[in-house]
Protein backbone atom coordinates (compact mmCIF):
# COMPACT_ATOMS: atom_id res chain seq x y z
CA UNK A 1 0.00 0.00 0.00
CA UNK A 2 1.54 3.96 -0.69
CA UNK A 3 2.48 5.73 2.21
CA UNK A 4 0.42 8.64 1.45
CA UNK A 5 -3.29 7.68 0.75
CA UNK A 6 -4.63 9.55 3.32
CA UNK A 7 -6.93 12.34 3.72
CA UNK A 8 -5.07 15.08 5.75
CA UNK A 9 -6.19 16.13 9.45
CA UNK A 10 -8.31 12.85 10.59
CA UNK A 11 -9.13 11.94 13.85
CA UNK A 12 -7.63 8.94 15.22
CA UNK A 13 -11.53 7.57 14.92
CA UNK A 14 -11.39 8.48 11.49
CA UNK A 15 -8.20 6.88 10.95
CA UNK A 16 -9.50 3.73 12.61
CA UNK A 17 -12.30 3.48 10.47
CA UNK A 18 -10.23 3.74 7.42
CA UNK A 19 -8.37 0.85 9.05
CA UNK A 20 -10.86 -1.10 9.59
CA UNK A 21 -12.58 -0.89 5.80
CA UNK A 22 -9.10 -1.81 4.41
CA UNK A 23 -9.19 -4.52 7.02
CA UNK A 24 -12.79 -5.49 5.91
CA UNK A 25 -12.16 -5.21 2.30
CA UNK A 26 -8.87 -7.46 2.34
CA UNK A 27 -10.81 -10.13 4.19
CA UNK A 28 -13.76 -9.69 1.87
CA UNK A 29 -13.25 -8.97 -1.60
CA UNK A 30 -9.21 -9.06 -0.96
CA UNK A 31 -8.97 -12.23 -4.19
CA UNK A 32 -10.52 -12.42 -7.28
CA UNK A 33 -12.25 -15.08 -6.28
CA UNK A 34 -14.32 -13.43 -3.99
CA UNK A 35 -15.05 -10.47 -5.94
CA UNK A 36 -16.12 -12.85 -9.06
CA UNK A 37 -18.76 -14.52 -6.62
CA UNK A 38 -19.94 -11.58 -5.03
CA UNK A 39 -20.65 -9.86 -8.44
CA UNK A 40 -21.70 -13.01 -10.27
CA UNK A 41 -19.05 -12.56 -12.68
CA UNK A 42 -18.95 -8.96 -12.67
CA UNK A 43 -22.60 -8.97 -14.48
CA UNK A 44 -24.06 -7.68 -10.76
CA UNK A 45 -22.23 -4.71 -8.75
CA UNK A 46 -24.12 -4.30 -5.84
CA UNK A 47 -24.39 -7.06 -3.22
CA UNK A 48 -27.48 -7.11 -0.86
CA UNK A 49 -25.60 -9.40 1.44
CA UNK A 50 -22.18 -7.63 2.00
CA UNK A 51 -24.21 -4.81 2.06
CA UNK A 52 -26.12 -6.57 4.97
CA UNK A 53 -22.58 -6.62 6.55
CA UNK A 54 -21.50 -3.13 6.07
CA UNK A 55 -25.19 -1.88 8.02
CA UNK A 56 -24.42 -4.47 10.80
CA UNK A 57 -20.90 -2.70 11.46
CA UNK A 58 -22.56 0.92 10.76
CA UNK A 59 -20.25 2.20 8.06
CA UNK A 60 -23.89 2.61 5.75
CA UNK A 61 -24.61 5.25 8.14
CA UNK A 62 -21.43 7.20 8.50
CA UNK A 63 -23.25 10.20 7.93
CA UNK A 64 -26.44 9.27 8.99
CA UNK A 65 -27.92 10.85 12.33
CA UNK A 66 -28.16 8.26 15.24
CA UNK A 67 -31.99 8.80 15.57
CA UNK A 68 -32.22 6.94 11.87
CA UNK A 69 -29.58 3.95 12.92
CA UNK A 70 -26.31 6.13 11.56
CA UNK A 71 -23.45 7.07 13.59
CA UNK A 72 -23.58 10.70 13.67
CA UNK A 73 -20.44 11.43 11.71
CA UNK A 74 -20.47 13.89 8.59
CA UNK A 75 -20.32 13.67 4.69
CA UNK A 76 -16.33 13.54 5.45
CA UNK A 77 -16.68 9.99 7.34
CA UNK A 78 -19.09 8.99 4.47
CA UNK A 79 -16.19 10.06 1.69
CA UNK A 80 -14.06 8.59 3.65
CA UNK A 81 -16.11 4.98 3.39
CA UNK A 82 -16.87 5.56 -0.15
CA UNK A 83 -12.75 5.98 -0.92
CA UNK A 84 -12.05 2.88 0.88
CA UNK A 85 -15.01 0.64 0.10
CA UNK A 86 -14.04 1.78 -3.90
CA UNK A 87 -11.04 1.32 -3.47
CA UNK A 88 -10.89 -1.84 -1.90
CA UNK A 89 -13.40 -3.23 -5.04
CA UNK A 90 -16.29 -3.94 -2.44
CA UNK A 91 -19.34 -4.31 -4.86
CA UNK A 92 -21.80 -1.52 -3.26
CA UNK A 93 -22.56 0.50 -6.76
CA UNK A 94 -25.83 0.88 -5.25
CA UNK A 95 -24.76 2.74 -2.28
CA UNK A 96 -23.41 6.22 -3.73
CA UNK A 97 -27.18 6.75 -4.97
CA UNK A 98 -28.39 5.44 -2.10
CA UNK A 99 -26.54 8.21 -0.16
CA UNK A 100 -27.53 10.99 -2.68
CA UNK A 101 -31.47 10.24 -2.31
CA UNK A 102 -31.03 10.16 1.63
CA UNK A 103 -29.45 13.77 1.29
CA UNK A 104 -32.53 14.76 -0.14
CA UNK A 105 -35.05 13.13 1.94
CA UNK A 106 -32.91 14.13 5.22
CA UNK A 107 -33.03 17.58 4.08
CA UNK A 108 -36.92 17.90 2.53
CA UNK A 109 -38.54 14.83 3.80
CA UNK A 110 -41.48 13.99 5.99
CA UNK A 111 -40.36 12.03 9.41
CA UNK A 112 -42.04 8.89 8.33
CA UNK A 113 -40.03 9.54 4.76
CA UNK A 114 -36.64 9.61 6.75
CA UNK A 115 -37.50 6.83 9.03
CA UNK A 116 -37.71 4.54 5.45
CA UNK A 117 -35.04 5.91 3.77
CA UNK A 118 -31.88 7.07 5.73
CA UNK A 119 -33.17 4.28 8.31
CA UNK A 120 -33.51 1.98 5.52
CA UNK A 121 -29.82 2.87 4.12
CA UNK A 122 -28.31 2.33 7.41
CA UNK A 123 -29.83 -1.45 7.51
CA UNK A 124 -28.57 -1.95 4.02
CA UNK A 125 -31.33 -0.93 1.80
CA UNK A 126 -31.06 0.84 -1.40
CA UNK A 127 -33.14 3.86 -2.96
CA UNK A 128 -32.78 5.21 -6.64
CA UNK A 129 -32.75 8.85 -8.18
CA UNK A 130 -34.55 9.25 -11.15
CA UNK A 131 -34.29 12.78 -13.09
CA UNK A 132 -33.06 11.80 -16.46
CA UNK A 133 -35.42 11.12 -19.15
CA UNK A 134 -34.54 10.88 -22.86
CA UNK A 135 -35.23 13.92 -23.57
CA UNK A 136 -33.88 15.78 -20.55
CA UNK A 137 -30.20 14.68 -20.30
CA UNK A 138 -27.66 17.69 -19.25
CA UNK A 139 -30.84 20.03 -20.00
CA UNK A 140 -33.01 18.00 -16.78
CA UNK A 141 -35.23 20.81 -16.56
CA UNK A 142 -36.55 19.77 -19.94
CA UNK A 143 -38.27 16.81 -18.33
CA UNK A 144 -42.28 15.78 -19.02
CA UNK A 145 -42.62 13.00 -17.33
CA UNK A 146 -45.81 14.43 -15.61
CA UNK A 147 -48.43 13.93 -12.25
CA UNK A 148 -51.50 14.81 -12.39
CA UNK A 149 -53.99 15.03 -9.39
CA UNK A 150 -56.41 12.06 -9.02
CA UNK A 151 -58.94 10.91 -6.15
CA UNK A 152 -56.64 12.31 -3.46
CA UNK A 153 -53.60 11.41 -4.83
CA UNK A 154 -51.57 11.93 -7.99
CA UNK A 155 -51.21 9.46 -11.37
CA UNK A 156 -47.19 9.44 -12.77
CA UNK A 157 -46.94 8.92 -16.49
CA UNK A 158 -44.18 8.65 -18.36
CA UNK A 159 -40.51 7.54 -18.57
CA UNK A 160 -37.15 7.99 -17.07
CA UNK A 161 -33.67 6.29 -18.05
CA UNK A 162 -30.19 5.83 -17.10
CA UNK A 163 -31.16 5.50 -13.62
CA UNK A 164 -28.52 3.53 -11.33
CA UNK A 165 -29.30 0.84 -9.29
CA UNK A 166 -33.69 0.68 -10.08
CA UNK A 167 -33.98 -2.62 -10.59
CA UNK A 168 -32.54 -3.44 -6.70
CA UNK A 169 -34.46 -0.41 -4.86
CA UNK A 170 -37.01 -0.07 -3.04
CA UNK A 171 -38.12 3.40 -3.72
CA UNK A 172 -37.13 5.68 -6.78
CA UNK A 173 -36.79 9.83 -5.78
CA UNK A 174 -38.51 10.73 -9.07
CA UNK A 175 -38.57 14.33 -10.38
CA UNK A 176 -41.90 15.02 -12.78
CA UNK A 177 -43.63 18.16 -13.96
CA UNK A 178 -46.78 18.95 -11.89
CA UNK A 179 -47.56 21.91 -13.13
CA UNK A 180 -47.30 23.35 -16.53
CA UNK A 181 -48.12 26.82 -16.30
CA UNK A 182 -44.84 28.40 -15.61
CA UNK A 183 -41.26 28.15 -16.73
CA UNK A 184 -39.26 24.69 -16.87
CA UNK A 185 -38.13 24.83 -13.65
CA UNK A 186 -40.98 25.36 -12.14
CA UNK A 187 -43.92 23.24 -11.34
CA UNK A 188 -41.48 20.01 -10.40
CA UNK A 189 -42.41 18.01 -7.54
CA UNK A 190 -40.03 15.11 -6.30
CA UNK A 191 -42.11 11.76 -5.43
CA UNK A 192 -41.04 8.75 -3.29
CA UNK A 193 -42.41 5.72 -5.66
CA UNK A 194 -41.98 2.36 -4.14
CA UNK A 195 -40.61 0.25 -6.80
CA UNK A 196 -43.40 -2.03 -6.29
CA UNK A 197 -46.35 0.12 -6.95
CA UNK A 198 -48.09 -0.65 -9.44
CA UNK A 199 -47.64 0.98 -12.88
CA UNK A 200 -44.05 0.84 -12.78
CA UNK A 201 -41.85 -0.63 -15.19
CA UNK A 202 -37.97 -1.47 -14.61
CA UNK A 203 -35.85 -2.66 -18.20
CA UNK A 204 -32.27 -2.65 -17.46
CA UNK A 205 -30.49 -0.69 -19.88
CA UNK A 206 -27.15 -3.05 -21.61
CA UNK A 207 -23.47 -1.03 -20.66
CA UNK A 208 -20.28 -1.45 -20.68
CA UNK A 209 -20.70 -2.07 -16.91
CA UNK A 210 -22.74 -4.81 -16.06
CA UNK A 211 -25.95 -4.45 -14.35
CA UNK A 212 -26.18 -0.65 -12.86
CA UNK A 213 -28.55 1.15 -15.13
CA UNK A 214 -32.16 1.50 -15.70
CA UNK A 215 -35.13 2.61 -18.22
CA UNK A 216 -38.03 3.16 -15.71
CA UNK A 217 -41.92 3.69 -17.27
CA UNK A 218 -44.70 4.65 -15.13
CA UNK A 219 -47.74 3.78 -16.11
CA UNK A 220 -50.76 5.33 -14.75
CA UNK A 221 -48.59 4.91 -11.24
CA UNK A 222 -51.45 5.93 -8.46
CA UNK A 223 -49.23 7.22 -5.35
CA UNK A 224 -50.77 8.22 -2.35
CA UNK A 225 -50.14 12.03 -1.24
CA UNK A 226 -47.52 10.94 1.67
CA UNK A 227 -45.18 10.07 -1.38
CA UNK A 228 -44.98 13.84 -2.20
CA UNK A 229 -40.87 14.43 -0.93
CA UNK A 230 -40.42 18.12 0.54
CA UNK A 231 -42.83 21.11 -1.62
CA UNK A 232 -44.94 20.58 -4.34
CA UNK A 233 -43.97 22.49 -7.15
CA UNK A 234 -40.36 23.12 -5.42
CA UNK A 235 -38.14 20.16 -6.56
CA UNK A 236 -35.84 22.30 -9.21
CA UNK A 237 -35.00 23.96 -6.03
CA UNK A 238 -34.79 20.81 -3.69
CA UNK A 239 -32.52 19.35 -6.25
CA UNK A 240 -30.07 22.18 -6.56
CA UNK A 241 -29.75 22.34 -2.79
CA UNK A 242 -28.42 18.84 -3.00
CA UNK A 243 -25.69 19.16 -5.47
CA UNK A 244 -22.50 20.24 -3.20
CA UNK A 245 -23.37 16.83 -1.89
CA UNK A 246 -23.92 14.38 -4.80
CA UNK A 247 -20.71 16.28 -6.33
CA UNK A 248 -18.71 15.20 -3.84
CA UNK A 249 -19.98 11.95 -3.33
CA UNK A 250 -19.19 10.88 -7.41
CA UNK A 251 -15.22 12.31 -6.39
CA UNK A 252 -15.20 10.27 -3.33
CA UNK A 253 -16.48 7.17 -5.25
CA UNK A 254 -13.59 8.20 -8.30
CA UNK A 255 -11.34 9.11 -5.58
CA UNK A 256 -11.52 5.60 -4.49
CA UNK A 257 -11.18 3.67 -8.18
CA UNK A 258 -8.52 5.83 -9.35
CA UNK A 259 -6.24 4.99 -6.10
CA UNK A 260 -6.67 1.50 -6.57
CA UNK A 261 -6.20 1.44 -10.30
CA UNK A 262 -2.46 3.39 -9.23
CA UNK A 263 -1.82 0.56 -6.19
CA UNK A 264 -2.57 -2.38 -8.99
CA UNK A 265 -0.03 -0.05 -11.97
CA UNK A 266 2.20 0.57 -9.38
CA UNK A 267 2.13 -3.38 -7.93
CA UNK A 268 2.49 -4.77 -11.47
CA UNK A 269 5.15 -2.73 -13.02
CA UNK A 270 7.17 -3.76 -9.80
CA UNK A 271 7.34 -7.14 -10.65
CA UNK A 272 6.87 -7.55 -14.51
CA UNK A 273 10.31 -7.65 -16.29
CA UNK A 274 11.14 -6.74 -19.44
CA UNK A 275 14.84 -6.31 -20.80
CA UNK A 276 16.26 -8.40 -17.67
CA UNK A 277 15.25 -5.35 -15.51
CA UNK A 278 11.47 -3.98 -13.60
CA UNK A 279 9.62 -2.19 -15.90
CA UNK A 280 8.85 0.17 -13.63
CA UNK A 281 12.67 1.31 -13.58
CA UNK A 282 12.18 2.82 -17.21
CA UNK A 283 12.22 6.30 -16.52
CA UNK A 284 9.19 6.49 -18.60
CA UNK A 285 7.00 4.74 -16.18
CA UNK A 286 8.50 5.98 -13.28
CA UNK A 287 7.47 9.73 -14.39
CA UNK A 288 3.90 8.42 -15.40
CA UNK A 289 3.80 6.97 -11.92
CA UNK A 290 5.14 10.21 -10.11
CA UNK A 291 2.23 12.57 -12.46
CA UNK A 292 -0.65 10.00 -11.62
CA UNK A 293 0.28 9.91 -7.56
CA UNK A 294 0.42 13.76 -7.53
CA UNK A 295 -2.89 14.10 -9.52
CA UNK A 296 -4.44 11.81 -7.04
CA UNK A 297 -3.29 13.56 -4.26
CA UNK A 298 -4.10 16.77 -5.49
CA UNK A 299 -7.57 15.02 -5.74
CA UNK A 300 -7.98 14.36 -2.04
CA UNK A 301 -6.81 17.22 -0.97
CA UNK A 302 -9.69 19.19 -2.80
CA UNK A 303 -11.96 16.19 -2.31
CA UNK A 304 -11.84 16.60 1.48
CA UNK A 305 -11.80 20.10 1.11
CA UNK A 306 -14.58 20.28 0.03
CA UNK A 307 -16.04 17.96 2.21
CA UNK A 308 -15.06 19.70 5.30
CA UNK A 309 -16.68 22.76 3.79
CA UNK A 310 -19.83 20.68 3.45
CA UNK A 311 -19.83 19.67 7.13
CA UNK A 312 -18.91 22.99 8.56
CA UNK A 313 -22.29 24.09 7.30
CA UNK A 314 -24.27 21.70 5.12
CA UNK A 315 -26.54 24.85 4.02
CA UNK A 316 -23.65 25.91 1.84
CA UNK A 317 -24.19 25.35 -2.21
CA UNK A 318 -20.76 25.58 -3.08
CA UNK A 319 -21.45 25.06 -6.53
CA UNK A 320 -17.98 26.51 -7.27
CA UNK A 321 -16.03 23.70 -5.43
CA UNK A 322 -18.42 20.81 -5.43
CA UNK A 323 -18.56 21.21 -9.33
CA UNK A 324 -14.52 21.40 -9.20
CA UNK A 325 -14.23 18.30 -6.85
CA UNK A 326 -16.45 16.31 -9.37
CA UNK A 327 -14.61 17.37 -12.46
CA UNK A 328 -11.36 16.97 -11.29
CA UNK A 329 -11.69 13.51 -9.97
CA UNK A 330 -13.54 11.62 -12.42
CA UNK A 331 -10.96 13.21 -15.05
CA UNK A 332 -8.11 11.77 -12.73
CA UNK A 333 -9.61 8.63 -12.14
CA UNK A 334 -10.24 8.24 -16.18
CA UNK A 335 -6.27 9.27 -17.03
CA UNK A 336 -5.22 6.91 -14.13
CA UNK A 337 -7.24 3.49 -15.35
CA UNK A 338 -6.40 4.66 -18.94
CA UNK A 339 -2.39 5.03 -18.14
CA UNK A 340 -2.71 1.91 -15.72
CA UNK A 341 -4.05 0.11 -18.94
CA UNK A 342 -1.18 1.05 -21.32
CA UNK A 343 1.98 0.41 -18.53
CA UNK A 344 0.06 -2.90 -18.27
CA UNK A 345 0.50 -3.51 -21.81
CA UNK A 346 -1.54 -6.50 -22.82
CA UNK A 347 -1.77 -7.50 -19.62
CA UNK A 348 -3.91 -4.42 -18.73
CA UNK A 349 -6.52 -5.05 -21.55
CA UNK A 350 -6.85 -9.08 -20.46
CA UNK A 351 -10.04 -9.91 -18.05
CA UNK A 352 -7.64 -11.76 -15.69
CA UNK A 353 -6.35 -8.41 -13.98
CA UNK A 354 -8.85 -5.82 -12.58
CA UNK A 355 -7.72 -2.86 -14.85
CA UNK A 356 -10.15 -3.39 -17.65
CA UNK A 357 -13.12 -3.30 -15.01
CA UNK A 358 -11.04 -0.05 -13.71
CA UNK A 359 -11.32 1.85 -17.20
CA UNK A 360 -15.05 0.33 -17.79
CA UNK A 361 -15.36 2.43 -14.55
CA UNK A 362 -13.82 5.54 -14.69
CA UNK A 363 -14.85 5.85 -18.08
CA UNK A 364 -18.39 6.85 -17.43
CA UNK A 365 -17.90 8.70 -14.53
CA UNK A 366 -16.99 11.90 -16.38
CA UNK A 367 -21.08 11.33 -17.89
CA UNK A 368 -23.34 11.19 -15.04
CA UNK A 369 -24.00 13.77 -12.12
CA UNK A 370 -23.43 16.14 -14.85
CA UNK A 371 -21.40 15.86 -17.36
CA UNK A 372 -18.29 17.62 -16.87
CA UNK A 373 -18.49 19.96 -20.30
CA UNK A 374 -21.86 20.87 -17.79
CA UNK A 375 -19.30 20.77 -14.42
CA UNK A 376 -17.28 23.62 -16.37
CA UNK A 377 -20.12 25.54 -17.09
CA UNK A 378 -21.23 25.82 -13.50
CA UNK A 379 -17.55 26.96 -12.76
CA UNK A 380 -16.95 29.10 -15.37
CA UNK A 381 -20.16 31.01 -14.27
CA UNK A 382 -19.06 31.77 -10.89
CA UNK A 383 -15.99 33.42 -12.38
CA UNK A 384 -18.88 35.69 -13.49
CA UNK A 385 -18.89 34.20 -17.45
C1 LIG B 1 -23.94 4.86 -15.87
C2 LIG B 1 -24.89 6.02 -15.76
C3 LIG B 1 -25.59 6.21 -14.58
C4 LIG B 1 -26.52 7.23 -14.47
N1 LIG B 1 -27.29 7.33 -13.34
C5 LIG B 1 -28.30 8.22 -13.30
C6 LIG B 1 -29.23 8.23 -12.21
O1 LIG B 1 -29.12 7.43 -11.27
N2 LIG B 1 -30.27 9.10 -12.25
C7 LIG B 1 -30.44 9.98 -13.26
O2 LIG B 1 -31.37 10.75 -13.23
N3 LIG B 1 -29.57 10.01 -14.31
C8 LIG B 1 -28.52 9.15 -14.36
N4 LIG B 1 -27.66 9.14 -15.42
C9 LIG B 1 -27.86 10.08 -16.51
C10 LIG B 1 -26.75 11.12 -16.61
O3 LIG B 1 -26.87 12.04 -15.57
C11 LIG B 1 -26.83 11.72 -18.01
O4 LIG B 1 -26.37 10.72 -18.90
C12 LIG B 1 -26.01 12.98 -18.13
O5 LIG B 1 -26.56 14.01 -17.38
C13 LIG B 1 -25.87 13.43 -19.58
O6 LIG B 1 -27.08 13.40 -20.27
P1 LIG B 1 -27.19 12.68 -21.70
O7 LIG B 1 -26.60 11.33 -21.54
O8 LIG B 1 -28.57 12.80 -22.18
O9 LIG B 1 -26.19 13.50 -22.62
P2 LIG B 1 -26.50 14.89 -23.38
O10 LIG B 1 -27.09 15.85 -22.43
O11 LIG B 1 -27.22 14.60 -24.63
O12 LIG B 1 -25.03 15.35 -23.71
C14 LIG B 1 -24.26 14.81 -24.78
C15 LIG B 1 -22.95 15.60 -24.88
O13 LIG B 1 -23.25 16.99 -25.10
C16 LIG B 1 -22.63 17.77 -24.11
N5 LIG B 1 -23.48 18.93 -23.75
C17 LIG B 1 -24.82 18.95 -23.54
N6 LIG B 1 -25.22 20.19 -23.22
C18 LIG B 1 -24.12 20.98 -23.20
C19 LIG B 1 -23.86 22.36 -22.92
N7 LIG B 1 -24.84 23.19 -22.56
N8 LIG B 1 -22.59 22.79 -23.02
C20 LIG B 1 -21.58 21.96 -23.34
N9 LIG B 1 -21.75 20.65 -23.63
C21 LIG B 1 -23.00 20.16 -23.55
C22 LIG B 1 -22.50 16.84 -22.90
O14 LIG B 1 -21.51 17.29 -22.00
C23 LIG B 1 -22.15 15.54 -23.58
O15 LIG B 1 -20.78 15.49 -23.85
C24 LIG B 1 -26.70 8.13 -15.55
C25 LIG B 1 -25.97 7.95 -16.73
C26 LIG B 1 -25.10 6.91 -16.85
C27 LIG B 1 -24.39 6.71 -18.15
Not at 31 to 54: C, D, G, V, W
Not at 166 to 182: E, F
Request: proline content about 3%; hydrophobic content about 40%; aromatic content about 6%.
Amino acid sequence: MSPTTLAPGLSDEQRDFVEAIRDFAKREAGTQEQRERLTEHYSELHNRELASKLAELGWLGASAPESYGGTGGGITDACLFLEEAFRGLLPVAGYPVTLITAGAVGKFGSEEQKQAIIGGMCEGRVNAIAMSEPEAGSDVGNLSCKADKSNGGWVLNGQKTWISAAHIADHILTIVRSDNSGSKHEGLTMFLVPTDAEGVEINPIETMGGKEVNDVFFTDCYLEDSTVMGEVGGAWLQLMSGLNVERLIIAANALGVAQRAFDDVLAYIKEREQFGRPIGSFQVLRHRIADLATEIECTRLLTYDVARKVDADPQQMLPREASMAKLKATEVVKRVALEGMQMMGGYGYATEYDMERHVRSALVMPIYGGTNEIQREIISKTYGL
